[in-house]
């Protein structure tokens, strides 16, 4: 009998808590700059924990929700773009904490595109490097055996 090594998707809360904190960390080795502004907040960057991260609504939580969707719609037979116009017509539902509606996107728009444009959208004052954000995908997609 054939067993997949794929594990299920979404997994347990903690660990995505676990995944999300280190790819928050990856972010922070990423850009010194964000320490700094932590350190003149009070705060320590490093001390986060993967829960906080998550509920502050720090960007690897929105990232690591979307690849999952991704990946679950992809693997329901859905190409990418029927992924990220599915996507996009749902989160363009939802109330940002600003007031507006995240914009729908175009049809061809890759999800690379768009889920930078929502993190940029959606991520107030936390900002994410592509390259950053690139590497992010590729360890939720490896944390997943995708």
């Keep these: 009998m054939f067993w997949s090594s794929k594990k299920k998707v979404p997994a347990p809360q903690h660990k995505r808590y676990d995944l999300a904190r280190i790819l928050y960390l990856q972010r922070v080795d990423a850009d010194s700059s964000l320490e700094t502004i932590a350190e003149m907040m009070g705060a320590d960057a490093r001390a ?29 037979g859905m190409d990418e ?6 996507m996009s017509k749902y989160f363009s539902t939802q109330l940002l904490p600003d007031g507006r509606y995240p914009p729908t996107v ?10 930078s444009e929502f993190v ?23 944390f997943y055996d995708r």
């Design 48 to 76: 986060y924990t993967g829960e906080q991260v998550f509920s502050l609504g720090f960007p690897e939580g929105s990232i690591i929700g979307m690849t999952e969707q991704y990946i679950i719609l992809q693997e329901r």
């Design 81 to 86: 773009n029927g992924i990220v116009q599915t």
């Design 106 to 115: 175009p049809e061809g728009t890759s999800f690379m595109t768009y889920l």
């Design 120 to 142: 940029e959208v959606t991520g107030g004052r936390f900002r994410v490097d592509d390259e950053v954000l690139r590497s992010h995908v590729k360890a939720i997609r490896t």
